[in-house]
């Protein structure tokens, strides 16, 4: 399994971004996935998009599009997600996930707070 | 995109209790869909991957059946620790997709 750090908790005005990371101490994400969830207060996962840090292929939920962008840093084993023209729906815990052909494994999640 | 449905919504037990619980896909995943489970304040976890698979670590009280359209999660004697949200995801065709939940609470 692939053990994921994440960046720690944020507080953005409405209409800024937000970067967040997600780095694997290990050293390396292998050939798996590493995707993007979030839940806001109180609901269910919402799935954002995806990488495969190994090639660099991305994929993003239409409703998302346009407004989130995924990237790795291959030396440091790191994935971003970066969040733009944020609004106060978009606070939420953010998780980062790692799915490959052993399973996966879960961030501990960042919260955003997006609140003027 | 594909529409996952969980059910029950909310599932009561006790410990000691054999639950099941459902998730249907509005079209075809193959085996690729997972189980997990969710306890408040905290990061969902792996249970379950390629619809059968278990998760390292994860007790063997927890299995998971199905493929095409219609799975089931199964714990065959809940424990304390069991009483959770449960989510499954389908990761066969982008967008990703997951089930609403299932929350198993006490009776």
């Known amino acids: 399994q692939v053990q994921l750090v994440q960046s720690g908790a944020e507080v953005k005005r409405p209409g800024s971004s937000v970067k967040v990371s997600c780095r694997a101490p290990g050293g390396t994400f292998r050939s798996n996935v590493i995707t993007w969830v979030r839940q806001a207060p109180g609901q269910g996962l919402d799935w954002m998009g995806a990488i495969i840090p190994l090639i660099g292929t991305t994929n993003y939920a239409p409703k998302f599009q346009g407004r989130v962008t995924i990237t790795t840093d291959k030396f440091t084993s790191t994935v971003y997600m970066d969040l733009s023209r944020l609004r106060s729906e978009d606070t939420a815990v953010y998780y980062c996930a790692s799915v490959g052909d052993f399973g996966g494994d879960w961030g501990q999640g960042t919260l955003v707070t997006v609140s003027s | 995109d594909i529409q996952m449905t969980q059910s029950p919504s909310t599932l009561s037990a006790v410990v000691g209790d054999r639950v099941t619980i459902t998730c249907r896909a509005s079209?075809?995943?193959?085996?690729?869909l997972a189980w997990y489970q969710q306890k408040p304040g905290q990061a969902p976890k792996f249970l379950i991957y390629q619809a059968s698979r278990l998760q390292s670590g994860v007790p063997s009280r927890f299995s998971g059946s199905g493929s095409g359209t219609e799975f089931t999660l199964t714990i065959s004697r809940l424990q304390p620790e069991d009483f959770a949200i449960y989510y499954c995801?389908?990761?066969?065709?982008?967008?990703?997709?997951f089930g609403q939940g299932t929350r198993v609470d006490f009776k």
């Open positions: 079209q075809s995943v193959g085996s690729w």
């Open positions: 995801q389908q990761y066969d065709t982008y967008p990703w997709t």
